[in-house]
């Protein structure tokens, strides 16, 4: 099983900008999923962008649309969530995750539940106010 750790949480005005990153450690041989999700208190855990490790194709929450980037570097098993025209709505713990693509119809997606990811990393706070 994959072992990931999440970097580069912390506290930002609104408007402000944070990078996470996400290091994976173990090996991988098939295409996988990377994605984000938050979690604030008293909510649900929540996909705010997956990727793709063949096609590097996107998803992003309504949300986040045009505010965060996500990135994935395949050779290095590492992905990074670009984040960017903070709010206070964003503040949460946030998650990275790798799990496997779905497939319908011979073509592949990655699964924005929980459920559809295996490895976890521990969580980094966002903390958004003024």
């Known amino acids: 099983q994959v072992q990931l750790m999440e970097s580069g949480g912390g506290s930002v005005q609104p408007g402000g900008s944070l990078r996470l990153s996400c290091v994976g450690s173990?090996?991988?041989?098939?295409?996988?999923?990377m994605a984000w999700f938050r979690q604030a208190p008293g909510k649900g855990r929540e996909a705010m962008a997956t990727i793709h490790s063949a096609d590097h194709i996107r998803y992003y929450a309504d949300s986040v649309k045009g505010r965060f980037t996500i990135s994935l570097d395949n050779t290095r098993l590492t992905h990074t969530l670009q984040m960017n025209n903070l709010k206070p709505e964003d503040a949460a713990t946030y998650y990275c995750a790798k799990g496997s693509p779905d497939i319908s119809d011979g073509a592949f997606s990655c699964p924005t539940a929980p459920s559809g990811y295996d490895s976890w990393g521990q969580g980094t706070q966002v903390t958004v106010s003024s």
């Open positions: 173990g090996a991988v041989y098939s295409q996988y999923c």
